[in-house]
């Protein structure tokens, strides 16, 4: 024990003893064979922002929304722990936490140094936040998982064991296995299921289980899951101890009046035996807590000191001060069976009516920013690594904290409170400002020539075009007749080569385009379309607050080819003097009614319209794939809870009150560009839908734009907006549907595979979460498309596939954060409803073959090439420059089904390497395949002094994380399993092997002498 820890405990021991009443009270008690066992677990939910922003709930601000300080609970927490050693709290929000540790004085972080080792206080769950688990992506699952698992190891020495998952809304099978099972956790415990389901499992008491999340990877990720019985707040009987709670005290004083001890301990053994009655084993939780809670901590342990002691005199169960590992661990020693429980927990309902898949959704534009911003931050981690990472200057650490926030299960799900929505979209604004100068700075030092590194003292600022997707792009709208060459530098942070298309503004109708060797490239303009201006021109003014200088005419689109984690340049100038310019796309607008049947495509894809405008056969040469095929938008009126259940559609909630489709009168004027490179049809659906279908010459999917809003609600009505495939594919009530962007879960409508559902909500009720991507298939082929966002997706009909691209909404839906779903965009204080920019991309494939675009060209959704634009500065570019860069081994690329998740250096100069399998066993017949990496190949010009394979948070070695992992008994016959991963790393080859769907996590330390110095 410390001298600080002494001292303070000498100063509560004097004040004890001043007390003439003083009843000590044994708090001792541990788990009691024979006995039933109940595991008071004290703990606080801190959400990262919800009705306040993060930094409002930590210091305690604007509490006329909510009371609520989390500095409080943690400043009042160490004292109530030092008052009696047998008292035990979890602490979760690593957000909060550090802010609170970075405060404290050293005897103030000594003594929690101590509670931590004793494990009076553990850090469980231990990400920044508790993560959503339905609206995000398992890259930015494990991102803000490692950020807080690092920093417990480094400042604590401690590896959490518990996944504390306690109120997201639904849980993912990615969830379960990966940010379970694989970062080492031995329990995972929430409460939201579907209430039916929830029920059944209270009768066969099948709340606890063993989930197997993991088809490919069967019992080899398999964690113990434990659903509380109602939520995660104290049993029913009343057992709320804030200061201002309403539930009885135990009064044990005889002095006073309203001695109440047998009534209180009375309460609590019915609670625990009721508890009992739909769990197995001997031993329960009561989770002793809920928001916020613990704002004067002594005010709760006062009572659980009290009922742990009373109770235990009484008998007949046993109270005592545990946490979910001691439960855990009680729960393993008992060696039982548990059912098994496969897939996931999606969707949550928590009433008939209320089924908890409007936030898949919700806030589309914010839901974006976070998806485009992890791709960034992937890119600039890698670009942070070849400059090196310099401590004192600029790093990517900022947009790391403020994009694992987003992650919290109030952020990119959507259901905030609007200032708190903006909270988060300033945090990434500024991590991505410093990002982006970091990129900028080290693209210009590995673009400087010479045989090493070597960043100049007047580094090139390029320039990143952030507000593409609004067709705003200031160094690409520079006019170039004076002679002036725009430089176009464009990373590619996939491990394999890539070949893309650019498409970026430009003024001038004369151009051309030159590689890197000085060759003309092909290159097409295409008019902008006014609905594009129109989206530019309000934004940057409601943004930057200026109106842009520049108006550009045209998009330009030319090919690009890019090495693996590297790049290559591209140069643009005016056209004037050049033989081949760029060439004009043909223009073919349709008047009225005069469309006529009209085929698009110069490659292998074609896409046929019919004479009423609309999209009606999607056909392949090469693969021979044909399907009638039409491309439709609707709206659901989100119900606004005047009917006979007030259940409005909300934030959270989707409970359509009807269907709309969006009528076109049977006309839906095209406007078609014809090109070398793409042609595109545009279409105004209606005065606040725009869309462009584009397809590529070279590419054999199809690009769908679209531009939603502002969604009228004039009418009173609130808005769910859904575009829709339809097929003539007999898909059988199944679709497919990705669990956090990573496996593909079957989903059979109206049905839940291990129990029995009565859908009441015949839309909402098989809307699923998509991050990746939705497909269904009927034996001969497959129909895919795949996302830039998190959506809500389904399959409604057979053949039939929708997407939920934008909501707004007229009502609160009752789940706490009371505000309607209104989002607008202001511009000198007059406000209109959200408008949307987004894109989808759809292929058809034969069956058995869709797996390779959506894991391949899904990786490349996630990261899209890296541009940035300077202007030639005199003279030759390639004469003072390297033009094309790769950073590994120029005649080596990556397996087409392996990604590199993260390339980074750390604080302490080591390197975090992440590579990933990106296909589940059988998923496809050659991809499927165990794969290999050659890391002398990856880094040509290092030389790796040590590696050592970590779990998937990188806080220990792999080998001990699987040595301590508790194994767990299922019921019923052992699954046939033939589970492939790679050997351990034979740090003489150097070489990695990847069974399917496996993600293996390193350590590296470079030798010295052998990296590329910074001069
Ligand atoms: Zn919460």
């Not at 688990?133 to 920093?151: K, N, P, S, W």
């Not at 005419?553 to 690009?560: E, G, N, Q, S, Y």
């Not at 309607?820 to 920019?837: F, H, R, S």
């Amino acid at each position: 024990m410390g001298a600080a820890v002494r001292r303070f405990l000498a100063l509560l021991v004097l004040a004890a003893v001043g007390e003439c009443a003083y009843i000590p009270y044994n708090t001792s008690a541990g788990v009691v064979e024979g006995k039933l066992n109940v595991h008071v677990v004290p703990h606080t939910h801190d959400d990262v922002g919800w009705l306040k922003t993060v930094d409002q709930y930590y210091v305690g601000s604007n509490n006329s929304i909510q009371g609520a300080c989390v500095q409080n609970v943690l400043d009042s927490l160490v004292v109530a722990l030092l008052k009696d050693k047998n008292r035990k709290f979890i602490y979760v929000e690593q957000a909060f936490f550090q802010r609170w540790w970075r405060q404290q004085s050293d005897m103030i972080k000594d003594i929690v140094k101590e509670l931590i080792s004793t494990g009076q206080l553990e850090l469980i769950n231990g990400g920044m936040c508790m993560h959503d688990e339905a609206a995000v992506h398992y890259i930015d699952m494990i991102d803000q998982t490692t950020l807080g698992h690092r920093f417990i190891k480094e400042e604590f020495g401690q590896i959490p064991r518990i996944g504390w998952q306690i109120d997201p809304f639904g849980h993912s099978a990615v969830q379960a296995y990966l940010l379970g099972a694989e970062v080492g956790f031995d329990a995972f415990y929430f409460f939201r299921i579907d209430y039916q389901d929830r029920d059944t499992r209270k009768g066969t008491k099948e709340l606890e289980v063993v989930w197997r999340g993991s088809k490919t990877f069967g019992s080899s990720a398999d964690i113990f899951a434990g659903i509380f019985p109602k939520n995660y707040e104290p049993p029913p009987g009343g057992f709320y101890f804030e200061v201002n709670d309403k539930y009885p005290v135990v009064q044990d004083d005889p002095l006073l009046f309203d001695y109440n001890v047998q009534d209180r301990v009375n309460d609590f053994v019915a609670a625990a035996l009721a508890q009992a009655n739909i769990t197995r084993t001997n031993h329960v939780m009561f989770t002793m807590g809920t928001d916020f809670k613990y704002q004067y901590a002594e005010s709760w342990f006062r009572q659980m000191d009290k009922l742990i002691h009373y109770v235990n005199k009484d008998g007949r169960v046993n109270a005592l001060y545990s946490t979910p590992s001691i439960y855990t661990d009680a729960k393993h020693a008992e060696n039982e069976p548990w059912p098994l429980k496969t897939n996931d927990f999606f969707p949550y309902a928590d009433n008939p009516n209320a089924y908890w898949t409007g936030y898949f959704t919700s806030r589309p534009a914010l839901k974006r920013y976070v998806r485009v911003m992890s791709g960034y931050y992937l890119a600039a981690r890698q670009l942070e690594f070849f400059k090196g990472r310099s401590n004192s200057d600029l790093t990517t650490d900022s947009l790391a904290d403020a994009l694992a926030l987003a992650q919290h299960h109030d952020a990119v799900t959507g259901t905030e409170k609007q200032h708190v929505a903006n909270d988060y979209a300033k945090r990434l604004s500024i991590g991505y400002t410093e990002a982006e100068k970091l990129v900028s700075s080290s693209l210009s030092c590995l673009s400087q020539s010479g045989s090493k590194l070597h960043c100049p003292s007047q580094p090139t600022n390029f320039a990143q075009c952030l507000l593409l997707n609004i067709t705003y792009c200031p160094p690409s709208e520079m006019d170039l007749s004076q002679g002036k060459t725009l430089v176009v530098l464009v990373y590619n942070s996939l491990g394999w080569k890539r070949e893309d298309v650019l498409r970026i503004p430009v003024v001038s109708d004369s151009v051309v385009v030159h590689d890197s060797e000085g060759k003309e490239v092909e290159s097409q303009l295409l008019p902008i379309a006014n609905a594009s201006l129109y989206i530019r021109e309000k934004h940057v003014k409601a943004y930057l607050g200026t109106l842009p200088d520049a108006k550009p005419k045209f998009w330009l689109a030319f090919p690009v080819s890019v090495p693996p984690l590297g790049f290559n340049t591209y140069f643009i100038s005016s056209g004037k003097k050049s033989a081949s310019v760029s060439l004009m796309s043909t223009l073919y607008p349709s008047q009225g009614s005069k469309n006529s049947n009209m085929q698009i495509g110069q490659g292998q894809l074609k896409l046929q319209y019919n004479a009423a405008g609309e999209l009606s056969m999607y056909s392949d040469s090469k693969t021979m794939v044909e399907a009638n095929f039409e491309q439709k938008y609707k709206y659901y009126i989100g119900q606004d809870g005047n009917g006979s259940d007030p259940q409005a559609s909300g934030a959270y909630i989707f409970r359509p009150n009807g269907t709309v489709p969006i009528n076109t009168n049977g006309q839906v004027p095209l406007t078609v560009l014809r090109g070398s490179i793409v042609d595109e049809v545009h279409q105004q659906i209606n005065s606040w839908i725009y869309q462009i279908n584009r397809v590529y010459k070279g590419k054999d999917y199809v690009e769908t734009e679209f531009i939603i809003g502002p969604i009228p609600a004039d009418d009173g009505n609130g808005k769910e907006v859904a575009t829709e495939i339809v097929t003539n594919m007999a898909t059988n009530k199944t679709f497919y549907t990705d669990s956090s962007g990573r496996d593909f879960i079957k989903r059979i409508r109206d049905y839940r595979a291990e129990w029995n559902i009565e859908v009441n909500q015949p839309i909402a009720g098989n809307y699923y979460p998509v991050n990746l991507g939705i497909y269904v298939e009927d034996g001969s082929r497959e129909l895919s498309i795949l996302v830039d966002r998190s959506v809500g997706g389904a399959s409604i009909n057979d053949g039939q596939i929708e997407l939920m691209l934008h909501r707004r909404l007229l009502h609160d839906d009752g789940r706490g954060v009371a505000e309607a779903l209104n989002e607008t965009t202001c511009v000198d204080d007059q406000c209109e409803g959200l408008v949307i920019e987004g894109k989808y991309y759809l292929k058809i494939d034969p069956q058995g073959e869709g797996a390779r675009w959506r894991r391949t060209f899904g990786q490349e959704i996630y990261s899209p090439l890296l541009l940035a634009f300077t202007e030639q500065d005199g003279g030759n570019w390639a004469n003072s420059h390297v033009p094309k860069f790769s950073a590994m081994d120029p005649t080596y690329s990556l397996p087409d089904n392996v990604a590199l998740l993260t390339l980074q250096e750390l604080e302490d100069g080591s390197v975090l390497l992440r590579l990933a399998h990106l296909y589940e066993a059988g998923e496809h017949t050659d991809l499927s395949a165990l794969a290999s990496v050659d890391l002398n190949r990856v880094f040509p010009d290092k030389k790796i002094g040590k590696i050592v394979e970590t779990s998937l948070s990188a806080n220990q070695e792999r080998a001990t994380m699987e040595k301590k992992r508790l194994q767990w008994k299922v019921e019923g016959p052992a699954a046939d399993e033939k589970v492939v991963r790679g050997g351990p790393i034979d740090p003489s080859t150097l070489i990695v092997d990847l069974g399917p769907m496996e993600i293996r996590t390193f350590l590296i330390n470079f030798d010295q002498q052998s990296g590329k110095q910074l001069m």
